[in-house]
């Protein structure tokens, strides 16, 4: 008991874990829906792939036009900091 009970204050105390995830669920509650529900909830909900690689196809381009103009500005800045 001691052992769960140090776990779970340390748990309590992990700052940096709780700010990028948010708080820590209850170890029974988690449990007890899981029982509950029976059917395991969707991994991914409905996402159009088509839309989000046209996205990705989209941006890889803009990022090739853009890369000689980051270039320029690069050498512009380390030739300021000299």
């Known amino acids: 008991m001691a052992n769960g009970e140090a776990q779970q204050r340390r748990e309590r105390q992990d700052h940096f874990s709780r700010l990028m995830f948010g708080s820590f669920p209850s170890r029974t509650t ?3 829906e899981d029982q509950g529900s029976g059917a395991e909830p969707p991994l991914l909900p409905n996402i159009d792939f088509m839309k989000l690689f ?11 036009q853009l890369k000689p103009l ?7 800045v380390d030739l300021l900091k000299k």
């Open 70 to 76: 980051v270039k320029k500005i690069t050498s512009l």
């Open 30 to 32: 988690g449990e007890r």
């Open 54 to 64: 046209e996205n990705v196809n989209t941006l890889a381009d803009s990022w090739q």
